[in-house]
């Protein structure tokens, strides 16, 4: 899959340049599977022939970047707190959600909002959900766009910098941010799994306590 994915990309780049760059990454800010670790490390090879320049795909893929991640920003926003309020109340049980705990992640997103979009800018798989709580919680525009440039900037800066230095072997680059993404995901199911693990350990607490009181 990923071969078909690579050769579509080579051809994209090398019919639109600069536009096709911005596209591409715009893409995969919305749909994560099209992968930037092809995309950023082969436009910075492209640069490193001298059929673009190194500053100019680093440019593009920055602007692509915030264009993903502003539709996705909407979509938090039109979905908005009273629907996701809604969605918890009624099916929260499933999967041991409380308004309560969309009240902490709130809080803890205003508080963090910066630091959290410019680090999730920097991690696979975050990258796109980042920019989501930006728009349930309104995180001011303006703020927005500039938070996720500079952390877009950072990753894309690195993976284009990368290919270019590495040339011909550029597809290294490839190797390496899926390790990175690989411990991302068990990180994520490590927290999930902790998480149930321990609201199913304060429910038996609770039921214990119940049970004693009425003895």
Same mark, same amino acid.
């Given at each position: ?58 440019? +593009? =893929?920055?602007? $692509?970047?915030? *264009? /993903?991640?502003?539709? !996705?920003? &909407? ?6 707190? @009273? ?69 877009? +900037? =950072?990753?894309? $800066?690195?993976? *284009? /910098?990368?290919?270019? !230095?590495? &040339? ?6 490839? @190797? ?40």
């Amino acid at each position: 899959m990923f071969s078909g994915i690579e050769d579509r990309v080579v051809d994209i780049i090398e019919r639109f340049g600069y536009a096709g760059i911005a596209l591409l990454i715009a893409l995969e800010t919305v749909f994560p599977p099209l992968p930037s670790e092809i995309i950023l490390p082969l436009g910075g090879f492209t640069a490193s022939r001298g059929d673009l320049t190194l500053w100019g795909v680093m440019l +593009a =893929a920055t602007l $692509g970047s915030v *264009v /993903g991640a502003l539709i !996705l920003y &909407g979509v938090g926003r039109w979905f908005g707190q @009273e629907r996701l309020y809604w969605l918890v109340d009624r099916y929260g049980r499933y999967v041991m959600l409380k308004q309560s705990d969309i009240d902490k992640a709130n809080s803890w997103f205003e508080r963090y909002s910066g630091k959290a979009v410019i680090i999730g800018r920097l991690v696979p798989v975050v990258r796109s959900l980042v920019s989501i709580p930006a728009g349930l919680t309104k995180m001011p525009l303006p703020i927005f766009i500039v938070y996720t440039a500079l952390g877009s +900037a =950072a990753w894309n $800066g690195i993976l *284009v /910098g990368s290919g270019y !230095l590495l &040339g011909d072997n550029w597809e290294e680059v490839e @190797e390496y941010v899926g390790y990175f993404q690989y411990a991302v995901i068990l990180a994520a199911i490590a927290l999930v799994g902790w998480f149930v693990w321990s609201r199913m350990r304060g429910r038996k607490t609770q039921a214990a306590e119940r049970s004693a009181g009425r003895r």
